[in-house]
Nanobody
Framework: VQLQASGGGLVQVGGSLRLSCTAS????????MGWFRQAPGKEREFVAA??????RTYYADSVKGRFTISRANGLVYLQMSSLKPEDTAVYYC????????????????????WGQGTLVTVSS
């Protein structure tokens, strides 16, 4: 299973970007998809997650009201608006395939498959 994140780039403060995540390889059963990010010198942190069934969404407090996670046709998106310099990071998509309780979807170790990351740079 390979996950591919795309859509990163350079954007000014207050701008918007949409990240996409696709999956390829052998079919797998996924309960939820998540986006994480890692800024230089910092640990990877949770951004958002969505369940395939029901489309329930979960967000880190730092992105609530600015980012929107969605899924359609097997793709997962992260719409990012009102971007801030502190949003600068490599963004990773991940798939969880063993029905983690929703309360743990913010935990990176619960995810089974990871994409290679896409860099988002917000300039001031």
């Amino acid at each position: 299973v390979q996950l591919q994140a795309s859509g990163g780039g350079l954007v000014q403060v207050g701008g918007s970007l949409r990240l996409s995540c696709t999956a390829s390889g052998r079919p797998f059963s996924s309960h939820a998809m998540g986006w994480f990010r890692q800024a230089p010198g910092k640990e990877r942190e949770f951004v958002a997650a969505i369940t395939w069934s029901g489309g329930r969404t979960y967000y880190a407090d730092s992105v609530k009201g600015r980012f929107t996670i969605s899924r359609a046709n097997g793709l997962v998106y992260l719409q990012m608006s009102s971007l801030k310099p502190e949003d600068t990071a490599v963004y990773y998509c991940a798939a969880e395939a063993h029905y983690t309780p929703v309360g743990r979807l913010s935990t990176s170790s619960e995810y089974d498959y990871w994409g290679q990351g896409t860099l988002v740079t917000v300039s001031s």
